[in-house]
């Protein structure tokens, strides 16, 4: 357990909230847009008044908009002329109604000044999930005005969650934590890794006798096949592209390496052969090379090879704690500790670098940030930010430069996926 713990401490680097904006790149003029509620006769009143605080804080996220969070209210057919104080150029209006056990949204986003409207659509989801009827209706209005693309807004995230010494969940959820569901629970459960692009199954790490063993979960049926076990420790750190392979990190000689699987010929192929610590690898450069963390400087820093294992590359050079690495395309994003002294708070902060230039960007600027993950777009990155004894899911909007975070009420996170 010792040396399980070691690599843990590694693979982190570490030794359903409104959204808390911080905006960085402060100056820049945006048009103005408003939120009406139009719902008439809906029985859930609390309901009905997260979905507006979920609406503005969509919007806001999607940094597109100077948000209202002035509460307003209208007809659904009203005009939508807006009184000059106001000056907003948008309104989003919607309502809610209830169909059993579903909710329906109908929306539409008005011109404020001419009453023309630019967009509107209709949704139906099931009560429970009901914050996914905002996040779509931001994924399409973003399509339809031709803004910049936020198609992760309606993607789950999944993340392990420790509930007790030893013990966690793995948990299913939005992005700003208001939807959670367990869907796993029981023992140490832990590094979940979605297993494909429609998020329908994921991959994690739990114990049979104390031997880490590598599952998968299917969403659709809740159930639970066995991949592989290993002693020491093995996590499953990314999957290709088409989903058919995947890289490990496993521990059978006592440290650990790179190793990769592949799902349909249950192959397995060593990449790294360090006598020291390897973990972490994720695909770069389409899936031709790996990224990975490793102490072969006597701390942990981040490195390249093929494929098909052989040289390795240094990819960056400062920092002594360099970890917790994601990948896409060609860029890196990973987790550096900047402390300065011993008596020195930990800090970790995030940075962008590219597998093709010296590009090197500084995404935070203190406190303890792990973890990060790209989006499905690269355009946003999701971290976790450690608040003292709990923690908050991040998110980076590395164009708009712009960060948020949505505390986790209940429990610790331990990794996450998106």
């Known amino acids: 357990m010792k040396k399980l713990f070691l690599l843990l401490i590694i693979c982190l680097g570490l030794s359903a909230a409104d959204a808390t904006i911080d905006v960085v790149n402060k100056g820049l003029v945006l048009p103005k847009i408003i939120v009406q509620d139009a719902t008439t006769d809906f029985a859930n009143r609390a309901m009905q008044d997260k979905f507006f605080k979920l609406v503005v804080g969509d919007l806001k996220v999607g940094s597109a908009f100077e948000v209202s969070d002035r509460y307003y209210t209208s007809k659904f057919d009203d005009s939508a002329i807006i ?17 059993g056990d579903r909710v329906n949204l109908k929306l539409k986003v008005l011109n404020a000044k001419t009453n023309k409207e630019h967009f509107s659509s209709e949704y139906t989801q099931s009560a429970d999930k009901f ?36 013990k966690s969940n793995i948990v299913v959820a939005d992005y700003t934590l208001t939807y959670q569901k367990v869907v796993v629970s029981g023992g140490l459960n832990i590094f979940p890794k979605w297993a494909n692009k429609d998020q329908s199954a994921f991959y ?34 990314d999957v290709s592209q088409d989903g058919t392979k995947l890289l490990l990190t496993m521990a ?4 650990s390496d790179i ?63 360099n970890n917790s690495i994601s990948t896409f395309e060609n860029y890196v994003v990973y987790s550096s500790r900047e402390s300065i002294n011993e008596y020195a708070q930990k800090t970790f902060n995030l940075y962008l670098i590219s597998t093709k230039s010296d590009y090197v960007r500084q995404l935070t600027a203190g406190g303890v940030n792990t973890y990060p993950r790209f ?3 690269g355009g946003s990155i999701i971290f976790i930010k450690s608040l003292g004894v709990s923690s908050a899911v991040g998110i980076i909007r590395v164009n708009e ?14 990794s996450i996926d998106w």
């Open 131 to 166: 914050v996914f009827l905002a996040h779509k209706s931001m994924v399409d209005m973003a399509r339809n005005l031709n803004l910049p693309p936020i198609d992760w807004m309606d993607k789950s995230i999944i993340f392990s969650q420790y509930t007790a010494p030893g």
């Open 204 to 237: 994690y790490t739990s114990y049979i006798k104390s031997v880490p063993t590598l599952y998968k979960f299917d969403l659709k049926s809740n159930n639970k096949s066995k991949i592989l076990q290993s002693g020491g420790m093995i996590v499953a750190s």
């Open 401 to 414: 430069n712009r960060s948020f975070q949505f505390p986790l009420r209940i429990g610790k996170l331990q």
């Open 375 to 377: 989006s499905s777009d």
């Open 259 to 321: 190793y990769l699987y592949d799902i349909i010929s249950k192959n397995l192929k060593r990449i790294t052969t360090f006598s020291g610590i390897d973990v972490n690898g994720n695909f770069v450069d389409n899936d031709t090379k790996v990224v990975f963390v490793s102490d072969r400087l006597e701390y942990p820093n981040i490195f390249a090879t093929s494929i098909d294992g052989g040289a390795v590359e240094q990819m960056v050079f400062h920092g002594k704690n």
């Open 83 to 99: 009184s000059a104080d106001e000056r907003a150029d948008l309104i989003y209006r919607y309502a809610l109604t209830q169909l």
């Open 252 to 255: 059978p000689n006592d440290q």
